[in-house]
């Protein structure tokens, strides 16, 4: 359904309204232009109203069934394994779907028992679902009626990485620290996010290999090579953003890494190659990813920083804008908020 310039809305619904994903897509299409946000499902609220679960929703009046109701286009933001029937349910009724979970973003099959614990119910729709990174496949999105939404941490990775490996400038052996805020953790409540247990405290978790990364490891593979790939995410103690430290060895001489990545993201609304390395901060509440490029002359060494808002950009923010473009809407719609501050 293209509604570009026909003036009619798309009906559009949420699956798992009461995540933290979900309640920022409700946040950011509540105010677009362009769709009528019509229906949200939550299985624990289910019967109650959108405002009383989510009071700073108030002027969204609408109540929390246990599944969407009439939509032409719908959000899945269910945790992993529970939203990949539900997706493909969907796709069968002609509704076109952006899925927030991991359900879809690897094209093997096999890799689900081995990352996620699951056999997946529907590969078939493994080949047809589109990577949503618009910055990489604009195109393919556009076309597509089932987009897998991006992990957060492979967001702020893969875009700071793509130029390096699409100019081929780098060695094989990538090394990638990344802190993420305690949101990223998800609204379910468990102990190692309880405030007393991650406020003053910082810790690595998933050394043997978080599930983000076989996500990574594909993505990177499309621009050149298969670089080694040593992921390591800290947990810190505040509740948006992720600040990704990225470090790779240069093959030959420096080259001008300012020109490269602004020249690689001239025309991109949502990437900004930054003076001086980002914060967190900078990002919150947008759907911006900062980048800053250095080189360490003494190792010879690349350092990327790359900054987002895990819940905007790597989430519900992607998640419109892939939206966007597969209405046929101008990318930017409904997502034009500066961050805020402080």
């Not at 394994?81 to 009724?93: D, W």
């Not at 618009?134 to 939404?149: D, F, G, H, M, Q």
């Not at 670089?227 to 790779?248: E, K, N, Q």
């Not at 930054?274 to 490029?293: Q, R």
């Amino acid at each position: 359904m293209n509604t570009a310039n026909t003036g009619k809305k798309t009906k559009v619904g949420i699956i798992n309204v009461t995540g933290y994903a979900g309640v920022e897509l409700a946040r950011l299409l509540s105010r677009h232009p362009a769709v009528e946000l019509v229906s949200v499902s939550g299985r624990s609220a289910a019967g109650q109203r959108l405002a009383d679960v989510f009071p700073y929703l108030a002027s969204i009046d609408l109540a929390i069934t246990p599944e969407v109701e009439s939509v032409d286009f719908a959000f899945s933001a269910l945790p992993h394994k529970e939203s990949a029937p539900i997706v493909a349910g969907l796709i069968g009724r002609g509704v076109k779907v952006v899925d927030i979970s991991a359900d879809y973003r690897l094209r093997d099959a096999a890799l689900y028992p081995q990352w996620y614990g699951f056999t997946h119910p529907a590969p078939e729709l493994l080949g047809e679902a589109v990577y949503g990174l618009p910055e990489l496949y604009r195109k393919e999105i556009a076309a597509a009626r089932l987009v897998a939404n991006p992990g957060c941490y492979p967001t702020s990775v893969i875009l700071g990485l793509a130029p390096l490996l699409k100019a081929g400038v780098i060695g094989d052996h990538v090394i990638i620290d990344s802190k993420s805020g305690i949101s990223g953790a998800g609204r379910s409540l468990s102990l190692g996010t309880h405030y007393s247990e991650v406020n003053e405290d910082v810790t690595a978790y998933a050394l043997k290999g978080h599930r983000h990364l076989s996500e990574i490891e594909q993505e990177l593979a499309r621009f050149g090579g298969r670089p080694a790939v040593t992921f390591v995410p800290h947990l810190i103690p505040m509740t948006r953003g992720i600040l990704s430290t990225i470090y790779a060895p240069l093959k030959a001489a420096a080259p001008d890494l300012e020109a490269l990545y602004r020249d690689f993201y001239q025309d991109e609304p949502f990437v900004r190659i930054a003076k001086e390395p980002p914060h967190t901060k900078h990002t919150w509440g947008s759907n911006m990813c900062l980048i800053y490029p250095a080189v360490d002359s003494r190792t010879g060494r690349v350092v990327v920083l790359s900054a987002i808002d895990n819940l905007v950009k790597g989430a519900a923010g992607q998640a419109v804008q892939n939206m966007n473009l597969m209405l046929g809407l101008a990318e930017t719609t409904g997502l034009e908020a500066v961050a805020v501050y402080p």
